[in-house]
Nanobody, 123 residues
Framework: HVQLVESGGGSVQVGGSLRLSCATS????????MGWFRQVPGKEREGVAA????????YYADFVKDRFTIFYDNAKKTVDLQMNNLKPEDTALYFC?????????????????WGQGTQVTVS
């Protein structure tokens, strides 16, 4: 039974930082591509950052470049998102996803596995 569980969300002031973490379980094969997405009520889900777990590439949406960094811990099988210099427009429900296909920031809810989300509020 595959599971993705996000943690680390919360409320933070403008300019602050948060680190989201996504724990994976139930995979009986190596996960190649993982990422973080976000969604605001009434808007479509959008890609934030993604990576290939072999370290070959990372991808960032333009609106988070130079502020967010995505990490993969191979020993723990977790993917983290370090978010710095947060802005009110970063407020959203953040989702972790695994087993993505190229292009990894494209939202394909019928592909891969998705977590339930963790709320980030910036004010």
């Amino acid at each position: 039974h595959v599971q993705l569980v996000e943690s680390g969300g919360g409320s933070v002031q403008v300019g602050g930082s948060l680190r989201l973490s996504c724990a994976t379980s139930g995979f009986n094969y190596g996960i190649y591509c993982m990422g973080w997405f976000r969604q605001v009520p009434g808007k479509e889900r959008e890609g934030v950052a993604a990576l290939y777990t072999d370290g070959s590439a990372t991808y960032y949406a333009d609106f988070v470049k130079d502020r967010f960094t995505i990490f993969y811990d191979n020993a723990k099988k977790t993917v983290d998102l370090q978010m710095n210099n947060l802005k009110p427009e970063d407020t959203a429900l953040y989702f972790c996803a695994a087993d993505l296909i190229f292009p990894p920031l494209e939202v394909r809810l019928d592909v891969g596995y998705w977590g339930q989300g963790t709320q980030v509020t910036v004010s």
